[in-house]
Nanobody, 127 residues
Framework: QVQLVESGGGLVQAGGSLRLACAAS????????MGWFRQAPGKERAFVTG????????YYADSVKGRFTISRDNAKNTVYLQMNSLKPEDTAVYYC????????????????????WGQGTQVTVSS
């Protein structure tokens, strides 16, 4: 069982930056591929970015490429989401998710790929 706790959300103006963190329980964090999803009001939860257990493989939704960066520190059992050049349409609850294995099967963008979820953290971008 893996428990995930997100932090770092808040209110920021358009063009600003935020860094989210997701702390995971467990002794084998490098065995978990990780991802970030977001859910805006009235919309379905959507893939943002994913990272393999070693950190060598990263994947991004087209809407955030070049603005967001995912990284992980396996010594600290933490995955990060650096968000730059934020836009009002980035406003959402951001969720951290983990797989039981270190790689993705190919469907890294599907929430069905993930086995564990955090409670979410609110990000609000004002115009």
């Amino acid at each position: 069982q893996v428990q995930l706790v997100e932090s770092g959300g808040g209110l920021v103006q358009a063009g600003g930056s935020l860094r989210l963190a997701c702390a995971a329980s467990g002794r084998t964090f490098s065995s978990n591929a990780m991802g970030w999803f977001r859910q805006a009001p009235g919309k379905e939860r959507a893939f943002v970015t994913g990272i393999s257990g070693s950190g060598a493989g990263t994947y991004y939704a087209d809407s955030v490429k070049g603005r967001f960066t995912i990284s992980r520190d396996n010594a600290k059992n933490t995955v990060y989401l650096q968000m730059n050049s934020l836009k009002p349409e980035d406003t959402a609850v951001y969720y951290c998710a983990a797989r039981r294995v270190r790689f993705f099967s190919g469907n890294y963008y599907s929430d069905l790929e993930y086995d564990y979820w955090g409670q979410g953290t609110q990000v609000t971008v004002s115009s």
